[in-house]
């Protein structure tokens, strides 16, 4: 299963809200190639680490796609452009940010790719969207499950769930 994490705290020009820009991103996934076949429902977090900067909408979504793993990134990476993204600063604000979780059971380190992304196991607004999409994941470096891998999340994360989990 692959696994694409999506989040926005600042919203587009084209798509307002950052909630809105979330779906757009995902929608203009399958111009590239790129089937989501499930995803969770939105959260809202609280920046990590924390600081002033806007609260984040944030969600996962199971995809298909026949791109290998790192043209599968170049792509999430090309649709953030499209959408405005700068990378000026570390864990800065965002119109978008799409972050490829895992790839099968595959891990890989590769300059600039890393497989499963290497904080997805200490990020609640990843883990927790993450479990709805693919509750039975594991993680390919340490065996653990998810809900193993929940319980022993850093204390003081602030993940809510926006609304109903989609159909």
């Given at each position: 299963?692959?696994?694409?994490?999506?989040?926005?705290?600042?919203?587009?020009?084209?798509?307002?809200?950052?909630?809105?820009?979330?779906?757009a991103a995902l929608a203009e996934l399958g111009a590239c190639g790129v089937r989501v076949i499930r995803r969770s429902r939105w959260y809202e977090s609280a920046p990590v680490p924390l600081s002033d900067q806007p609260w984040f909408v944030?969600?996962?979504?199971?995809?298909?796609t026949a791109r290998a793993p790192r043209a599968l990134l170049e792509a999430l990476q090309a649709v953030e452009v499209r959408?405005?993204?700068?990378?000026?600063?570390?864990?800065?604000?965002?119109v978008i940010d799409l972050d490829l979780l895992a790839y099968d059971d595959r891990v890989i380190e590769e300059q600039g790719l890393s497989v499963p992304h290497p904080r997805l196991a200490s990020r609640a607004f990843v883990l927790l969207p993450m479990r709805e999409v693919a509750p039975l994941w594991?993680?390919?470096?340490?065996?653990?499950?998810?809900?193993?891998?929940?319980?022993?999340?850093?204390?003081?994360?602030?993940?809510?769930?926006l609304g109903e989990e989609p159909a």
């Open positions: 299963m692959i696994l694409i994490g999506i989040g926005a705290n600042l919203p587009t020009v084209r798509y307002g809200p950052p909630r809105a820009g979330c779906e944030n969600g996962v979504a199971a995809v298909e959408f405005g993204r700068v990378r000026a600063e570390a864990n800065g604000p965002r594991r993680d390919p470096r340490s065996g653990r499950s998810l809900d193993e891998l929940i319980a022993d999340l850093p204390a003081g994360q602030v993940v809510r769930p």
